[in-house]
């Protein structure tokens, strides 16, 4: 008697049939990465290239340092805030694996920016560090969280581009340490904000193409 039992699929099928439900329900959602990326592009150009123009080691600086730091939480709390409407519109309707995996993959973010957030209080409490060792302290270890989720999504998705992206803030990571400060702010503005922007831009082109995301040529 034939076993008529659809065999299971392999962890790479798997993956694969995730990326290509999460790449149908954008499209048809219109929800589109070059958008989050461009809001986020647009934070981290403005935010941290104003906290640079500002800093007191200029001769004269932009504004006071309190206004660009107000003007850099109102930036990035505004993209959080369009980060979940998007993470929102992108998994309604969605079902099974790729539903789960989604908010997996959203709580990770939160999870791991949450303890490092707790980590670098505790550590400046601490240490009793100066403002410059507490500034290189935030931008590396911030970007390079940020770089291992990107990594993450890119292995889950199966976008190279994704994980390209991840590689290339992790690279600034170090570079934000390296420069010291003002110059790690710099390193934020032009090669992270660079980067969201860059990703944007090659999402967008993609989309035109009509190209899924996240997948490769055979």
């Avoid at 690279?171 to 934020?188: I, K, Q, R, T, Y």
Wanted: hydrophobic content about 50%.
């Amino acid at each position: 008697m034939e076993d008529d039992e659809t065999p299971p699929l392999s962890a790479e099928e798997s993956l694969s049939l995730i990326a290509r439900q999460n790449e149908r329900m954008r499209r048809e959602l219109g929800a589109s990465p070059a958008r989050l990326l461009g809001v986020w592009a647009f934070a981290w150009l403005v935010g941290w290239g104003l906290v640079y123009l500002s800093d007191a080691s200029h001769a004269k600086p932009l504004m006071p340092g309190w206004a660009a730091s107000v003007v850099v939480a109102v930036l990035f709390v505004a993209s959080i805030v369009y980060s979940i409407f998007y993470g929102t519109r992108v998994n309604r309707g969605i079902r099974g694996p790729s539903q789960l995996v989604g908010a997996m993959y959203g709580w990770s973010w939160m999870l791991s920016f949450g303890a490092l957030t707790l980590i670098n209080l505790r550590v400046m409490a601490l240490g009793k560090l100066d403002p410059s060792t507490i500034s290189l302290l935030w931008s590396g270890t911030s970007l390079l969280v940020t770089g291992a989720l990107y990594l993450a999504g890119g292995m889950l998705w199966q976008d190279k581009l994704q994980y390209g992206f991840g590689v290339w803030i992790i690279v600034c990571s170090g570079a934000s340490v390296l420069v010291g400060v003002p110059g790690n702010f710099l390193v934020l503005c032009l090669a992270g904000g660079g980067g969201f922007l860059v990703a944007a831009l090659v999402y967008y082109v993609r989309e035109r193409r009509g190209r899924p995301l996240g997948t490769r040529r055979r």
